[in-house]
């Protein structure tokens, strides 16, 4: 088994920034891929960023250049950094484990999921 634990979420101004922690624990493999996921009331999880091990990453469209993904593997952690946060932002923010190696966008690619951490923009 696999926890994973968010925190970081918060309110914030739209053009400020949040930075979301992701810890892992339990039976982590060390070549598992990382995501991180968004949802709002009525919609599908949508992907926001991935990371492999070895540090590659992918990023959706929509937060291309203001999202980094990042991790830490001694401390296996990985962080979400959110800068000019847009309303439409808002959202329930997971981590989740990846199946494979290279991180997906979909999310059965992934199996591990944590609770979520609620992140609000205001305009």
């Known amino acids: 088994q696999v926890q994973l634990e968010e925190s970081g979420g918060g309110l914030a101004q739209a053009g400020g920034s949040l930075r979301l922690s992701c810890v892992a624990s339990g039976r982590t493999a060390i070549t598992e891929s990382m995501g991180w996921f968004r949802q709002t009331p009525g919609k599908e999880r949508e992907f926001v960023a991935a990371?492999?091990?070895?540090?590659?990453?992918n990023y959706a469209d929509s937060v291309k250049g203001r999202f980094a993904i990042s991790r830490d593997n001694a401390k296996n952690t990985v962080y979400l950094q959110m800068n000019s946060l847009k309303p439409e932002d808002t959202a329930v923010y997971s981590c989740?484990?990846?199946?494979?190696?290279?991180?997906?966008?979909?999310?059965?690619?992934?199996?591990?999921w944590g609770q979520g951490t609620q992140v609000t923009v205001s305009s």
């Open positions: 989740a484990r990846g199946r494979r190696v290279v991180p997906g966008k979909r999310v059965e690619e992934y199996d591990y």
């Open positions: 990371i492999m091990w070895t540090g590659g990453t």
